[in-house]
């Protein structure tokens, strides 16, 4: 039975986020929980968000990189630094008068890399060994990358110590990741690998529950601001989807000039706007004000609504209108 509950809450968790926040908006607003209890449920979410991701993903596969590293290193390039260019113009505009939801962007920017890449380019028929490869690799690279380019993007908006936010970023990754390539292997050698493949179809539900208890705590947090500031929905759809449809446009660019075919081509899309949900969420609620931890806790409900859009709409349409023979060329025809 909660089995079932978990995966029809990863199955539609962008509805069960939109309903979490509402009811988390209106009891933040009658009820002041003491906030020891929403750091320790905050501690706690963020452990169950990551562990189970980490536990599912095959850090072996880095090693695959060397079969097409120029595409990995093109997709990194479009995660981190051409995201946070994007975050850069779109903060520093259109956000700048909303500083805490300037710096969540410039969070989205820089933390890039999300799990669901892998998943996304299973549904578009894209070369999901591709994704795996960009997705570990990139998480691998988040502790080194994301506190520089942030400081870099975000630091007007939001005053911080980047080599504390690498410290906290380490052990956000490593702790979680050490513990889960333990209980992988334990797993795998006392339940053989097809059950573990079984179990692992769990995995990203649990995370899902961590995203839901955090989405929970960021809402009461910033409940009182928000119903007092209804328009702030209306400014982090702006700002949110100003950086998306940038972020496409500059990868369809590449996609033209390089003639990627189909399956590559979807990767790049995806590596461009899947930002890290679990990451940044969890990164924010340790350090950063309630604003900016709500403002990422309305990512994945419009993340999802907009990669729906890309990869049933947008990037075929592209590929039959630019590059057709690029698109023959794939399992699609």
């Known amino acids: 039975m909660l089995i079932k509950v978990l ?3 990863r199955k539609r968790l962008y509805v069960y986020v939109l309903i979490v926040m509402l009811i988390a908006i209106i009891l933040g607003y009658y009820v002041n929980a003491p906030m020891i209890v929403l750091r320790i449920v905050g501690a706690l979410s963020i452990f169950i ?4 991701m980490l536990m599912g993903i095959e850090i072996e ?7 097409r590293p120029w595409f990995v290193a093109l997709c990194l390039t479009y995660a981190y630094f051409i995201a946070s260019f994007s975050a850069y113009l779109v903060s520093h505009t259109i956000l700048k008068p909303f500083p805490e939801i300037a710096f969540a962007l410039a969070m989205v920017g820089a933390i890039p ?28 690279l988040i502790p080194f990358l994301s506190p520089y380019l942030l400081a870099l993007v975000g630091s007007s908006f939001i005053k911080f110590n980047p080599l504390e936010l690498q410290a906290i970023l380490f052990a956000y990754i490593l702790i979680p990741l050490i513990l889960a390539r333990i209980t992988r292997r334990y797993m795998l050698k006392e339940y053989g690998k097809q059950k573990f ?3 692992k179809k769990v995995f990203p539900s649990i995370s899902a529950l961590g995203v839901l208890l955090i989405v929970f705590v960021a809402s009461m947090k910033a409940s009182k601001f928000v119903l007092a500031n209804p328009l702030v929905f209306l400014i982090i759809v702006t700002g949110l989807y100003s950086y998306y449809i940038l972020q496409t446009i500059f990868a369809l660019i590449a996609i033209y000039v390089l003639k990627l075919k189909y399956e590559l081509g979807v990767v ?4 461009a706007v899947a930002s890290s949900q679990a990451i940044s969420l969890s990164v924010a609620a340790t350090l950063f004000p309630p604003l900016t931890v709500f403002t990422l806790a309305t990512k994945p ?18 590929y039959k209108r630019f590059l057709p023979e690029a698109f023959k060329r794939t399992i699609r025809t």
Do not use: R
């Not at 596969?61 to 079969?67: G, H, S, W």
């Not at 549904?123 to 960009?134: G, K, M, N, Q």
């Not at 419009?302 to 947008?314: H, P, S």
């Open 7 to 9: 995966m029809e809450i």
């Open 49 to 52: 968000m990551l562990y189970p």
């Open 61 to 67: 596969k880095v090693k695959e990189a060397l079969k």
């Open 113 to 140: 890399c999300s799990n669901m890449l892998i998943g996304w380019s299973g549904i578009a028929e894209a070369s999901v060994e591709d994704a795996l490869v960009v997705a570990v690799t990139g998480l691998l």
């Open 197 to 199: 493949m079984q179990m």
């Open 268 to 271: 790049l899309v995806l590596s």
């Open 301 to 318: 409900f419009l993340q999802v609504m907009y990669i729906l859009f890309l990869i049933y709409y947008v990037i075929p349409w592209f």
